[in-house]
């Protein structure tokens, strides 16, 4: 990282907050502006590993995700992207609540979205990937059984030469050997 990043971001960061402060409830942008705030707090933990990043993470995605109507064309990928953030705090602190509502938030987002979308594959791996996270915390057979459905589905799915299919198949291969 090079010097001066840090503050860039935290300044990135004020200015976004700054920007939905101006956002009247009810606007339109505002689930959006919340979900990117949250997005920007979340590469932020990526990079520090503070634990306030990811807890203000899970504050503006849950925001967003609250402020998303149901059949918005955005609200399963925010379901995930809010489980990813829960899912991260669960690595970091330990806590079963943080995977269960992870589990709880992909699975709707698996739900809601169509097969043949272009997302429906990442988002089966990632429901996997929380699933493999729980068997290895609490060692119930039922967890690596979804972890491996899971990323099995997501292995089929994902075509041949893309990008992710050696890392889902290295995953499900992973989760085989448990």
Request: hydrophobic share 40%; aromatic share 6%.
């Amino acid at each position: 990282m090079k010097s001066g990043d840090c503050a860039e971001i935290d300044s990135a960061l004020q200015l976004m907050e700054a920007g939905i402060k101006l956002i009247p409830d009810g606007h339109a942008d505002k689930a959006a502006r919340l979900n990117n705030l949250g997005n920007a707090f979340f590469l932020q933990y990526q990079r520090l590993g503070k634990l306030g990043d990811i807890e203000n993470a899970i504050h503006f995605k849950c925001q967003a995700v609250n402020l998303t109507l149901d059949g918005h064309a955005h609200i399963a990928a925010r379901l995930n992207n809010l489980g990813n953030a829960f899912e991260s705090r669960f690595e970091h602190l330990r806590e079963l609540g943080d995977i269960e509502k992870a589990i709880h938030l992909k699975h709707q987002a698996v739900n809601l979205t169509p097969d043949g979308h272009a997302d429906k594959a990442a988002r089966l791996n990632n429901l996997g990937n929380a699933f493999f996270l729980r068997y290895q915390c609490l060692r119930e057979l039922g967890d690596i059984e979804n972890a491996i459905h899971l990323k099995h589905q997501a292995v089929d799915l994902t075509p041949d030469g893309h990008a992710d299919k050696a890392a889902r198949l290295n995953g499900l291969g992973n989760a085989f050997s448990c």
